[in-house]
C-alpha cells in the first residue's frame, strides 16, 4: 500500500505534460488491448463460420451420394424404365457430387476430397456401359455389375469418411 501511495505522489509531482504523456501511454495499451480481444473474438467467428460451411457442404454431398445409391437401387425394382428414368436422375447427382466434391477440395483442401479421380472415372465409365449397353441393344449386366461396384464404394466412402453426417478429414 504505501508503494502505491508513493507512485501516486511521485506521479502528482510530474509536469502536467508528462502526466499526459503518462496517461497517453496507458490509454494506448488498454486500446492495444481491447483491439487484441476483438481481433481474437472475430477470428474464432471466422472458424465457426468456416467450420460450418464446410460442414454444410460435406452434408450436401454426402446426401447426394446418399441419395444416388438409393436411385440406384432402384434398378432392381420389376418393370422400372432404369434407361429414362433410373440413369438420368442418378446423372444428375452423380454431377453434383462431382460438383461438390471439387467445391470441397479446392476451398478446404485435398484432405477433405471424398471422391477421388478414380472413383469419377470408375463412376463415369459405369454410366458409358450403360449408354453403350442401350445404344447396342444388347444386355445390361456388364454395366449393372461397374455400376454396382461402383456403388459399393460410394457406400465404404460415406462409411469411412463421415462420422454422424459431418465429413473429417482423411489423411
Do not use: W
Not at 425394382?77 to 442418378?90: G, K, Y
Request: glycine residues 4%; contains cysteine; aromatic residues 8%.
Amino acid at each position: 500500500m504505501e508503494n502505491v501511495k508513493a507512485g501516486l505522489r511521485g506521479f502528482s509531482a510530474l509536469s502536467a505534460r508528462k502526466k499526459a504523456i503518462v496517461l497517453a501511454g496507458c490509454a494506448l495499451v488498454l486500446a492495444l488491448i481491447i483491439a487484441l480481444c476483438i481481433s481474437i473474438n472475430m477470428r474464432s467467428n471466422i472458424q465457426k463460420e468456416y467450420t460450418a460451411a464446410r460442414n454444410q457442404a460435406g452434408e450436401a454431398l454426402y446426401s447426394n451420394l446418399y441419395i444416388l445409391m438409393q436411385t440406384f437401387d432402384m434398378t432392381g425394382v420389376p418393370n422400372t424404365d432404369v434407361q429414362n428414368a433410373i440413369l438420368p436422375q442418378m446423372r444428375d447427382y452423380f454431377i453434383a457430387s462431382v460438383t461438390l466434391n471439387n467445391l470441397i477440395t479446392q476451398t478446404y483442401g485435398p484432405r477433405y476430397t471424398v471422391l477421388t479421380e478414380e472413383d469419377v472415372n470408375n463412376l463415369t465409365a459405369a454410366f458409358t456401359s450403360y449408354e453403350t449397353a442401350y445404344r447396342n441393344n444388347t444386355p445390361t449386366d456388364l454395366a449393372q455389375s461397374n455400376m454396382r461396384a461402383c456403388m459399393e464404394r460410394v457406400k465404404e466412402l460415406l462409411n469411412s469418411r463421415y462420422s454422424h453426417g459431418v465429413l473429417r478429414a482423411g489423411r
